[in-house]
């Protein structure tokens, strides 16, 4: 997977030198935001406030990861622009050229509770596309990265997604949106799809669910109403790994334009058509 040949993404051309830098400062911001965000599980999460809903929560600590991240990448990136769940800095689409996209707590209720499946979620994107990223796991630790066409590595070891052909023995996750009319519509697709896979997941983050495809962890993920900062660095990751990748408005008449599928490549068409006939597409 590894090679030196130019990426291109739409307009821009960067060599491997190039992604390996975005990677890296990916990584290095991410790990420093997580190290706080670990210390702060520790001392105490600070005030929580709700957004979207009573259920959409925010504590002191995303908005304090954030912020590092922002200060470190002025220092190491000056000029770059950011967006960032917590501070925004534009709306949920992509700019043009180079963006860095954060998501400083992915998972920010598994984080209010200590239920260790959280992390820490850094992109780089070029014109909407994501060229490096990294996800970084503060219980634990855990390193995921990926660079566009060189691979994607937990920990330094790289990543494959799993070997799985049948959709009936796979195993699926899934995430919920913050809005109870929304929920229901995708607790009823859900429920349609339960009986065509082996069991389905929902473990709360959405960067991880992804990281979890790339490792084999999961054969499959599926979410309707993600936003860009979610699925950055994760989808990434995923497909760097050898997962297929549908990303919201990738599929509008088929799983629908805002929902994100990630699958083994033996399951992908499969998982597909069945959330097609799930209705998916129609949440
Ligand atoms: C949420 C998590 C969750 C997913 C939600 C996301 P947050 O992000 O990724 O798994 O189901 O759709 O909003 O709010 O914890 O950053
Ligand atoms: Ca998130
Ligand atoms: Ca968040």
Redesign the pocket.
Known sequence: MWSDSPVRVEHAELSGSELRDLRAVSARVATEAAELVRTRRVTGVGDVDTKSSETDVVTETDRAAERLVRDRLAELRPGEPVLG?EEGGGDDSAGAGLCWVV?P????VNFLYGFPWYAV?VAAQVDGVSVAGAVVEPPSGRVWTAARGLGAELDGRPLRASAATRLETALVATGFGYQAARRQRQAAAVAELLFRVRDIRRAG???LDLCAVAAGWLDGYVEQG??R??WAAGALIAEEAGAVVRLPGTDPEGIGAHTLMAAAPGVATELRTALVECGFGGL
Do not use: Y
């Open positions: 769940e998501d707590i992915d998972g920010t979620s983050a959405a960067s993600l936003h900062w979610d």
